[in-house]
């Protein structure tokens, strides 16, 4: 059982948007900024799409943006394409043994 | 252009020891926290292990805890793990990927193809 919760599928069709949580707890999510969101398409290493809950890195479209309330963190995707099926993880910083927590991750599907 | 590469990955029997390299180039390595995650076939990401930058912290995952090792030599730009005890459950692809701060929490925005090891005896 994963540390953070995701659901396991989301779907969109393209041109709408979509949002993936990412629930954790006060000693995770809820209590640092340092919540992550990677992008993985099969075979591939993943992606970092968003750090520190709402950055973007360098190069990645502005139709990814993050956000948080509480214990869950979201990543919204916006104007969907084709290209932007598949597997969705989150990941935060948590004050205890386990320092990095992931997501069980959520598979997208643009219909 | 960052680049890392893996490599050590393979076949080893339950109980026996691997030790995975990951080699990296493009930027400057010192200067970043390292991390390893790993995923097994058809499940999602785990977080395994991270060094801080300058090699004065390790961390690991309560499930590899005492079994694997976590090092890095910055002179040549390589991160490496050390695996031990291996389990059937440790099969997986390892990737090796670059923090974005000198320590754990700023996002993992290098990575690695991954080396794959098997358990199996």
């Known amino acids: 059982q994963s540390a953070l919760t995701q659901p396991a599928s989301v779907s969109g069709s393209p041109g709408r948007s979509i949002t993936i949580s990412c629930t954790g707890t006060s000693s995770d999510v809820g209590g640092y900024n340092y919540v992550s969101w990677y992008q993985q398409h099969p075979g591939k290493a993943p992606k970092l799409i968003i750090y520190?809950?709402?950055n973007r890195p360098s190069g990645v479209s502005n139709r990814f943006s993050g956000s948080k309330s509480g214990n869950t963190a979201s990543l919204t995707i916006s104007g969907l394409q084709a290209e932007d099926e598949g597997d969705y993880y989150c990941s935060s910083y948590a004050s205890s043994t386990t320092l990095v927590v992931f997501g069980g991750g959520t598979k997208l599907t643009v219909l | 252009q960052a680049h890392l590469v893996e490599s050590g990955g393979g076949v080893v029997q339950p109980g026996r020891s691997l030790r995975l390299s990951c080699a990296a180039s493009?930027?400057?390595?010192?200067?970043?926290?390292m991390q390893w995650v790993r995923q097994a076939p058809g499940k999602g990401l785990e977080w395994v292990a991270v060094i801080y930058y300058d090699g004065s912290q390790q961390y690991y995952a309560d499930s590899v805890k005492g079994r694997f090792t976590i090092s890095r030599d910055n002179s040549k730009n390589t991160l490496y793990l050390q695996m031990s005890g291996l389990r059937a459950e440790d099969s997986a692809v390892y990737f090796c990927?670059?923090?974005?701060?000198?320590?754990?929490?700023?996002?993992?925005?290098?990575w690695g193809q991954g080396a794959t090891v098997t358990v199996s005896s």
């Open positions: 493009g930027f400057t390595f010192r200067n970043h926290g």
């Open positions: 520190d809950v709402t």
């Open positions: 990927a670059r923090d974005q701060g000198h320590y754990h929490h700023n996002g993992m925005d290098v």
